[in-house]
């Protein structure tokens, strides 16, 4: 093993699974499994003598299962930890999100199965997150150049009841009817569901704009992602389905596999959701919503730049900057991964930066 490799702990009841992860991290250069776990008991426990960089991780496991594990390991040491979960378990995979995960990956079934090998190239995507966290350790410094790292004051969002949350009292207002006039559009990638789950629950029912949000995320799960805050959040929360009317007290989520567009007609603002094209770098791209929205709303346009890695939402909010919209990025000290809001400051375009707890305000 060189000292410089990602170390990777696997948790999964499943001896199957455990082998066949094992065996694509031993196959990726740069990656070694450090131990396997079959359950969050003997996980926490790996967890916390083989010192991993970071964690796969099943959520429905006996004697301690997933949720039971995050909350442990979480309080004890913040390692980054991906969930590998069923796409019939999406419910599941935001309840470990709102815990702490840092991403996840969908497996094809959620029976035990050959197809788990379909995962490869995103798991392994997924694990070398891990260089861009790594915080100082034993086995010394990343090798990658401007390495990010976890930030000290970064704070695991607290959830009392990872259950289906109750539906919050609704703030008599605006929510879904009364047209928008002002619209606030939002980009985010890895650590985004967290995020944005933060801010929305902070924004009133009566909130006299309209909130569009592009986050990185797989076609179906955002379904599941807009139902859940919708449950959580005074303001209406739903997926943009094809085109329709943007209202103020609502916010808007670009479907997993597709992009939006706004435009604004004699009736006022729409949004729409399209099929990518060869220019669209990323699926819902930040870049093609933030154009939109300049040429659409101009002045009466927010553009927020969240935590993710890469640069979507740069060039965007450019175009947005220029045409009168004012753009703000995340702090670098709060986002998961800072490589969208700080290419997006690199441009010049950004007007002001705000940690995520200012973040509604």
């Given at each position: 093993?060189?000292?410089?490799?990602?170390?990777?702990?696997?948790?999964?009841?499943?001896?199957?699974?455990?082998?066949?992860?094992?065996?694509?991290?031993?196959?990726?250069?740069?990656?070694?499994?450090?131990?396997?776990?079959?359950?969050?008991?003997?996980?926490?426990?790996?967890?916390?003598?083989?010192h991993p960089d970071v964690?796969?991780?099943?959520?429905?496991?006996?004697?301690?299962?997933?949720?039971?594990?995050?909350?442990?390991?979480?309080?004890?040491?913040?390692?980054?930890?991906?969930?590998?979960?069923?796409?019939?378990?999406?419910?599941?995979?935001?309840?470990?999100?709102?815990?702490?995960?840092?991403?996840?990956?969908?497996?094809?079934?959620?029976?035990?199965?050959?197809?788990?090998?379909?995962?490869?190239?995103?798991?392994?995507?997924?694990?070398?997150?891990?260089?861009?966290?790594?915080?100082?350790?034993?086995?010394?410094?990343?090798?990658?150049?401007?390495?990010?790292?976890?930030?000290?004051?970064?704070?695991?969002?607290?959830?009392?009841?990872?259950?289906?949350?109750?539906?919050?009292?609704?703030?008599?207002?605006?929510?879904g009817e009364t047209m928008?006039?002002?619209?606030?559009?939002?980009?985010?990638?890895?650590?985004?569901?967290?995020?944005?789950?933060?801010?929305?629950?902070?924004?009133?029912?009566?909130?006299?704009?309209?909130?569009?949000?592009?986050?990185?995320?797989?076609?179906?799960?955002?379904?599941?992602?807009?139902?859940?805050?919708?449950?959580?959040?005074?303001?209406?929360?739903?997926?943009?389905?094809?085109?329709?009317?943007?209202?103020?007290?609502?916010?808007?989520?670009?479907?997993?596999?597709?992009?939006?567009?706004?435009?604004?007609?004699?009736?006022?603002?729409?949004?729409?959701?399209?099929?990518?094209?060869?220019?669209?770098?990323?699926?819902?791209?930040?870049?093609?919503?933030?154009?939109?929205?300049?040429?659409?709303?101009?002045?009466?346009?927010?553009?927020?730049?969240?935590?993710?890695?890469?640069?979507?939402?740069?060039?965007?909010?450019?175009?947005?900057?220029?045409?009168?919209?004012?753009?703000?990025?995340?702090?670098?000290?709060?986002?998961?991964?800072?490589?969208?809001?700080?290419?997006?400051?690199?441009?010049?375009?950004?007007?002001?930066?705000?940690?995520?707890?200012?973040?509604?305000?």
């Amino acid at each position: 093993m060189d000292r410089d490799d990602i170390r990777v702990l696997i948790i999964d009841d499943s001896a199957y699974n455990r082998k066949v992860l094992a065996e694509i991290f031993e196959q990726t250069p740069g990656i070694t499994v450090v131990g396997k776990a079959r359950d969050g008991e003997e996980g926490l426990l790996q967890a916390l003598t083989v010192h991993p960089d970071v964690i796969t991780l099943d959520l429905e496991m006996p004697r301690m299962d997933g949720f039971t594990f995050m909350r442990l390991m979480m309080a004890k040491k913040r390692i980054p930890v991906i969930v590998i979960s069923a796409h019939s378990q999406q419910e599941n995979v935001f309840r470990a999100l709102e815990l702490g995960a840092l991403d996840f990956v969908a497996k094809p079934s959620k029976r035990i199965s050959p197809e788990i090998r379909e995962i490869r190239d995103e798991v392994v995507e997924k694990v070398q997150l891990a260089r861009l966290l790594r915080s100082d350790s034993s086995h010394g410094p990343s090798p990658v150049d401007n390495a990010e790292t976890l930030p000290p004051n970064f704070v695991i969002p607290e959830v009392a009841d990872t259950g289906p949350s109750p539906a919050p009292r609704r703030t008599v207002g605006l929510r879904g009817e009364t047209m928008a006039r002002r619209v606030v559009i939002i980009g985010s990638s890895t650590g985004g569901p967290a995020a944005l789950t933060k801010i929305l629950k902070e924004l009133p029912g009566d909130l006299d704009a309209a909130v569009v949000i592009a986050q990185h995320m797989p076609a179906g799960f955002t379904t599941t992602f807009a139902e859940r805050l919708d449950r959580q959040c005074a303001v209406g929360v739903k997926e943009v389905e094809d085109d329709e009317p943007l209202y103020a007290g609502m916010v808007y989520i670009a479907p997993g596999n597709r992009c939006l567009e706004l435009s604004r007609t004699d009736g006022g603002l729409h949004i729409c959701a399209v099929d990518p094209d060869g220019e669209d770098k990323y699926v819902p791209s930040v870049d093609r919503l933030f154009r939109s929205t300049a040429f659409a709303a101009g002045t009466e346009a927010l553009g927020i730049v969240l935590t993710g890695m890469g640069d979507d939402g740069s060039r965007g909010a450019v175009v947005l900057a220029q045409l009168g919209g004012e753009v703000v990025a995340e702090d670098e000290s709060t986002a998961v991964i800072a490589g969208m809001p700080r290419c997006a400051v690199a441009t010049g375009a950004v007007g002001q930066v705000a940690r995520l707890e200012h973040m509604a305000a």
